[in-house]
């Protein structure tokens, strides 16, 4: 099975700017969670999908979106970007639900100037 | 909330050596995993525990519940394991996302 895809891989944003991140997961995988990494938080949990509902949230501001399409696809959405959202953003599927083992992509690397 | 604590924060050792790195949270959990970052940023999960001890190849990962605390072994040390290793635990009944340690670097010299 193919893994875990994200598109772009790196991404150059400016202040103020909007950013739409995808990620494709393993195939049969229903449940999609996305993270932000960063060099001083390290990884934190951002929110979880299951069968296109948002499922769980953490504790970020409501400027970061998501949404599951009908084949599991996931997208995230960061609206009036700020430099401190500069970061690694990873995405992980299981099976079910995020308490099962996750698959990791290879993460969207964010740069906000 | 929960917090979890790894140490060591940084490790560097020689090829051959066991490694051990620790793990403790402070609240209850579902499940513990441990999870390998490369440079590069590609992360794999290694392990997911909720009791006892799994073991994979050279990896040893045990969880003792009573206590909160787990360790990951590595035996027989080789310079290919040099990553991040991470730590996160899961609550149960799905109010809570992971929450993550903070990592521990660990370096294998030749």
């Known amino acids: 099975k193919a893994g875990v895809t994200q598109t772009p891989r790196y991404l150059i944003k400016t202040r103020g700017q909007q950013v739409t991140l995808s990620c494709s997961p393993i195939?049969?995988?229903?449940?999609v969670s996305w993270y932000q990494q960063t060099p001083g938080q390290g990884l934190q949990f951002l929110f979880e999908?299951?069968?296109?509902?948002?499922?769980n949230k953490g504790n970020f501001p409501g400027r970061f979106s998501g949404r599951q399409f009908s084949n599991s696809r996931s997208e995230m959405n960061v609206s009036t970007l700020e430099l401190g959202d500069s970061a690694l953003y990873l995405c992980?599927?299981?099976?079910?639900?995020?308490?099962?083992?996750?698959?990791f992509g290879p993460g969207t690397r964010l740069l906000v100037l | 909330k929960n917090e979890v604590e790894q140490s060591p924060q940084n490790l560097t050792a020689q090829e051959g050596e066991f490694i051990t790195i620790n793990c403790s949270y402070s609240v209850g959990i579902s499940a513990l995993h441990w999870l390998q970052q490369h440079p590069g940023g590609g992360i794999v999960s290694l392990f997911m525990l909720s009791s006892g001890k799994k073991k994979h190849g050279r990896l040893i990962a045990t969880i003792n519940i009573q206590e909160k605390h787990s360790s990951l072994h590595i035996t027989a040390s080789h310079p290919r394991d040099s990553a991040v290793y991470i730590c996160a635990v899961g609550v149960g009944g799905g109010a809570d996302g992971l929450t993550f340690g903070k990592g521990t670097h660990l370096i294998i010299q030749p």
């Open positions: 999908y299951f069968s296109e509902t948002q499922r």
């Open positions: 992980a599927s299981s099976p079910w639900t995020r308490r099962e083992t996750q698959y």
């Open positions: 195939s049969g995988h229903r449940s």
